[in-house]
C-alpha cells in the first residue's frame, strides 16, 4: 500500500498600497481600501511562514496553491509573497501554482506582467500565464491546473472558464484512466447557482461540474471562498475548498492511498 500527500492551500491575500497613480482610475482604488481597512484585522501574514516551515518539515509529494497571493495583483505585492514562497521553491518538493482573480485583478500593463513573472517564479521557471491549462503526471495522479481568473468590474469578482479550458478537460477526460483526476483552480466548481453567489461564481464550468459529478475528475482543489469547506463523498472524492490560510490558519492535507483508491481530507490548524 502507498499514501500519497498532497497539501492545499489559498487565499494568503498580501496586503495593497497605492504603488501606482494609475491605481487611482480602477479597482485598485477600491481594492487598497477592502486590503487595508477590513482584510487586515482579519489575515495574519505570519502564518504562511509556519505553512511553509510545515511543508518542508513534512515532505509532501505535492503542495497546490490555488491563488489569491495578493489583494490587488500589483508588482510589489507580487515580490513581498514571493519572498514567503522562496524557501519552498529551494527544495525539490513539487509546487503548484493557479492564479486568483485578486493575482489578475486589473489590465494595467505593469501588474499584468508582474502576474507572469510571478508565475514564472513560483513553477521554477517551467510555466507561464499563458502556458495554463496544462497537466502535471504524479506516479499516484495527475492534476491538471486551471486559469480562470480574469479582470472584472469593481463589483464582480467572478470567473469565467474559457473553453479552450473546457475542451482540454474533455480531452483529459477521454484519455485511457489509469489513476485519479484531479484539477486545481481558484473557483469552486460545484455548488448550485443563487443570486447571492451570482457575483463571486464561476461561469462557462457546467461541463466541468459534470465531470466532477460523474468522478470523470476526482478531485477538485480551490479557493476564493474564504470559509474552508468540502464536498466529498465516502471514498473521499468531490471538491475541497482550502479557504484562506492567513484567515482562518489551516492546510488542507489530502492523502491518497493507492489500494483503496480512497482520499482521505485531513485540516492542519495551524494556530492552535
Ligand atoms: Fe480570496
Ligand atoms: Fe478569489
Known amino acids: 500500500m502507498a499514501l500519497k500527500r498532497i497539501i492545499h492551500f489559498s487565499d494568503t491575500h498580501e496586503p495593497a498600497t ?52 495578493t489583494s490587488c495583483g500589483q508588482p510589489g505585492e507580487f ?32 501588474c499584468v506582467s508582474a502576474l507572469k513573472r510571478f508565475t514564472l517564479a513560483l513553477s521554477r521557471g517551467k510555466y507561464s500565464v499563458e502556458d495554463y491549462p496544462f497537466a502535471l503526471e504524479f506516479d499516484a495522479f495527475r492534476i491538471i491546473a486551471l486559469h480562470c481568473a480574469r479582470p472584472f468590474n469593481p463589483v464582480l469578482s467572478c470567473g469565467y472558464m474559457e473553453p479552450e479550458t473546457v475542451r482540454f478537460l474533455m480531452r483529459e477526460a477521454a484519455r485511457l484512466k489509469k489513476k485519479p483526476l484531479i484539477c486545481a483552480g481558484h473557483f469552486p466548481i460545484l455548488g448550485r447557482f443563487s443570486f447571492a453567489s ?59 492511498d493507492t489500494e483503496a483508491d480512497t482520499f482521505r481530507l485531513r485540516r492542519i490548524h495551524l494556530n492552535r
Open 18 to 69: 497605492l504603488e501606482h497613480w494609475h491605481a487611482l482610475f480602477d479597482k485598485r482604488m477600491a481594492g487598497v481600501f477592502n486590503s487595508s481597512v477590513m482584510r487586515r484585522k482579519r489575515h495574519d501574514l505570519q502564518l504562511l511562514p509556519r505553512a511553509v516551515e510545515y511543508i518542508l518539515e513534512t515532505r509532501p509529494d505535492c503542495v497546490v496553491f490555488t491563488g489569491d497571493a
Open 198 to 256: 451570482a457575483r463571486r461564481r464561476l461561469y462557462g464550468a457546467g461541463g466541468a461540474a459534470g465531470l466532477l459529478r460523474d468522478r470523470i475528475i476526482d478531485l477538485s482543489l480551490c479557493g476564493h471562498v474564504h470559509k474552508p469547506y468540502e464536498l466529498l463523498d465516502a471514498s473521499g472524492r468531490g471538491e475541497i475548498v482550502a479557504g484562506s490560510l492567513t484567515r482562518y490558519g489551516t492546510l488542507a492535507e489530502i492523502t491518497y
Open 79 to 110: 515580490s513581498r509573497a514571493l519572498k514567503f514562497f522562496k524557501p519552498l521553491l529551494k527544495s525539490d518538493i513539487p509546487f503548484l501554482y493557479v492564479p486568483g482573480n485578486h493575482d489578475a485583478y486589473v489590465r494595467d500593463r505593469a
